[in-house]
């Protein structure tokens, strides 16, 4: 059933970015210049980590990747040819600050790559990786953006939530402000009914009064009539 006017809607639970990841297999896209990592990643996250897994050896087709099937993390490489992965990581998160992108970088890269944490991205893992090592960060990294998309879908709904109820007693009240002026025109009109009910009552009272002064005289010139007295001039 269908509110009625002004009345605040039912919020029922809609399925939220964050609930289909929970669902769906998340997607990871890797970005490496050397195609046997990439085959190493997809292989490890797609049998043991539940993940489906995407790869890109070529650093310059990455956004090209992301628009044809857009990620829900992005594993990529610190030091590529071509366009590096600090630049990529830019365009990324100039896109989409939610975006969940874990880097992954040679010791000798640890400073770029606490640089790149200041840039957006959620995590670092270093060169040669290893399986532990790599879940553990994709799983920090999804579930911190999961959360991100959790308290924003909250935050959405409660404000829908506030605008509804602000838009329900807005309603309540233009009713009550409506009844209060037909309540006040009542009274008035009353008023005005009771004034010509009195004003017609004190005339008949005085149209009565009238009447019984003439009977009255009536009445005397009679007696002094039938009694012989001389009728009053």
């Known amino acids: 059933d269908r509110p009625g006017p002004g009345q605040p809607r039912s919020h029922q639970p809609i399925p939220t ?8 297999k998340p997607l990871i896209l890797s970005v490496d210049d050397e195609p046997d990592v990439c085959g190493t990643i997809k292989e490890l996250l797609e049998e043991t980590g539940g993940y489906e897994v995407v790869t890109c050896s070529s650093p310059d087709r990455a956004m090209d990747a992301v628009e ?3 990620p829900d993390l992005v594993l990529l490489d610190m030091r590529m040819p071509g366009t590096s992965g600090i630049q990529i990581l830019q365009e990324l998160t100039s896109r989409d600050g939610d975006l969940a992108v874990v880097m992954l970088t040679a010791v000798r890269d640890t400073e770029s790559a606490l640089d790149a944490l200041k840039l957006g991205a959620y995590d670092y893992v270093i060169k040669p990786i290893g399986f532990d090592e790599l879940v553990s960060a994709v799983e920090r990294a999804l579930e ?8 924003r879908d909250y935050q959405r709904n409660l404000e829908q939530m506030v605008a509804d109820q602000t838009e329900y007693l807005n309603h309540r009240i233009r009713e009550l402000t409506a009844l209060n002026n ?15 009910y009195r004003r017609t009552l004190a005339k008949v009272i005085e149209a009565a009064d009238e009447l019984r002064e003439l009977a009255d005289e009536s009445e005397g010139r009679k007696r002094r009539r039938l009694s012989g007295s001389p009728a009053a001039p």
């Open 68 to 70: 044809a099937r857009p």
């Open 182 to 196: 037909l309540f006040q025109q009542h009274l008035k009109e009353r008023e005005e009914t009771e004034g010509r």
């Open 17 to 24: 970015l964050s609930e289909v990841m929970m669902t769906d």
């Open 144 to 151: 911190k953006r999961r959360l991100i998309l959790q308290n």
